[in-house]
């Protein structure tokens, strides 16, 4: 199991990046993929999920809501992180994990197993 992020960058306040989580190794559409960030000197906090294809529910923590969206493209076995009107206070390195349970619905944040590595969003004019 395997997941890669990508899609991080400098961008100004205001402005727009689009995560990916691309998974190798198991078929994503069948698990639950949490992104997570974690800014300099601040605890890990969960950001959004995707449960699985079966179930479709979505979450995204309340400081993102109507600024972020979360979406999977199964045939391309990715997770992507839509992030839109970005503040300084989204910098961070995020992060995506699975707790890979197959048909899961979005678990608590203690019950992610597998991690990919983290790509830094820097928002700052």
């Known amino acids: 199991v395997q997941l890669q992020a990508s899609g991080g960058g400098l961008v100004q306040p205001g402005g727009s990046l689009r995560l990916s989580c691309a998974a190798s190794g198991f078929n994503l559409r069948y698990y639950a993929i949490g992104w997570f960030r974690q800014a300099p000197g601040k605890q890990r906090e969960g950001v959004s999920c995707?449960?699985?294809?079966?179930?479709?529910?979505?979450y995204l923590v309340d400081s993102v809501k109507g600024r972020f969206t979360v979406s999977r493209d199964n045939d391309k076995n990715t997770v992507y992180l839509q992030m839109n009107n970005l503040k300084p206070e989204d910098t961070a390195v995020y992060y995506c994990?699975?707790?890979?349970?197959?048909?899961?619905?979005?678990?608590?944040?203690?019950?992610?197993?597998?991690w990919g590595q983290g790509t830094l969003v820097t928002v700052s004019s």
């Open positions: 995707v449960s699985s294809s079966d179930d479709g529910s979505t």
């Open positions: 994990a699975t707790d890979g349970v197959a048909g899961s619905t979005c678990p608590p944040p203690g019950r992610y197993r597998y």
